[in-house]
């Protein structure tokens, strides 16, 4: 017969080791599912990205996009203040015209006019030359020039003989012993079109002075320039035209190139 304590001491054993068998084992911790908690390394980079600029939210009432502004013409205006400057530019260069070609015809469309700063100069004195090229129509009037490799605008002057002075006497000095021939580069064309009533300037200096030739600067001068020369002491006093060839082609002119050649008096004196 067992004892009350035995049989008390019994019981608890068995509540004891059944409570213990209900539990459920541990798992290792590399067996836990954390999917639903835990974000992977690729997916939190994703996540961390912005959005792409394609779907930003637009401001309400800003409406679709704007389309970009069309490109500016670097060619066509209403003023060019610089006439040079825009021939230089690559998007403005152009074929030359043909032969047969028709010519433009400058009545009651083009009107070139040549200004100075000071119509009466002191001898040897600097002066500033302006070209002035006006549409006078009321269409774009499209003019082209010739570049090799850039627009030359050349300033000639003339005595009252009509004889050139700016130029030296005789024929210019053979080239230095080594130097290989200065042959001019290929023309081409650059072509710029002057809005209704639009017009273009160009600016050149021009000094009263004699010229000779300059061999010392053969090296840093373009064949196209023809041979240096450099100032060689004041004009005389006396009156004088001056006159700008300026490289316009395919214009109707007479043998006086009164269009591409604009001219003005100038007076040398006190």
């Known amino acids: 017969m067992t004892s009350r304590p035995h049989a008390a001491l019994l019981a608890a054993l068995l509540i004891s080791a059944a409570g213990c068998g209900a539990k459920k084992p541990a798992q290792a911790a590399d067996s836990i599912d954390t999917t639903e908690t835990t974000a992977k390394p ?18 309400a009432g800003d409406g679709e996009a704007k389309p970009d502004a069309p490109k500016k013409d670097e060619c066509t205006g209403f003023e060019i203040a610089n006439l040079e400057e825009v021939l230089n530019k690559v998007s403005c260069e152009a074929p030359l ?34 070209v002035t090229l006006t549409n006078k129509s009321k269409e774009p009037l499209p003019l082209t020039f010739t570049i090799d490799p850039t627009p030359r605008f050349e300033v000639e002057t003339y005595d009252a003989k009509n ?4 130029m030296p006497a005789g024929n210019p000095p053979p080239l230095p012993k080594g130097m290989a021939a200065r042959v001019p580069g290929e023309p081409k064309g650059a072509k710029i079109t002057l809005a209704p009533n639009g017009s ?47 490289p316009l082609v395919g214009v109707l002119e007479g043998v006086d190139h009164e269009v591409s050649a604009p001219k003005i008096p100038v007076e040398v004196g006190n």
């Open 163 to 166: 004889k050139r002075v700016d």
């Open 42 to 59: 690729d997916e939190a980079k994703e996540a961390a990205k912005p959005p792409p600029s394609g779907d930003t939210a637009k401001p």
């Open 200 to 246: 273009a300037r160009m600016r050149m200096g021009w000094d009263a002075v004699k010229m000779k030739w300059a061999p010392d600067k053969l090296r840093g001068t373009p064949p196209e320039k023809g041979y240096p020369r450099t100032a060689a002491g004041p004009l005389a006093k006396g009156k004088y035209t001056i006159r700008v060839v300026m």
């Open 97 to 130: 015209p043909k032969l047969d070609d028709k010519a433009l015809d400058p009545k009651d469309r083009l009107e070139v006019k040549l200004s100075s700063s000071l119509n009466k100069i002191v001898p040897g004195q600097h002066a500033d030359l302006f």
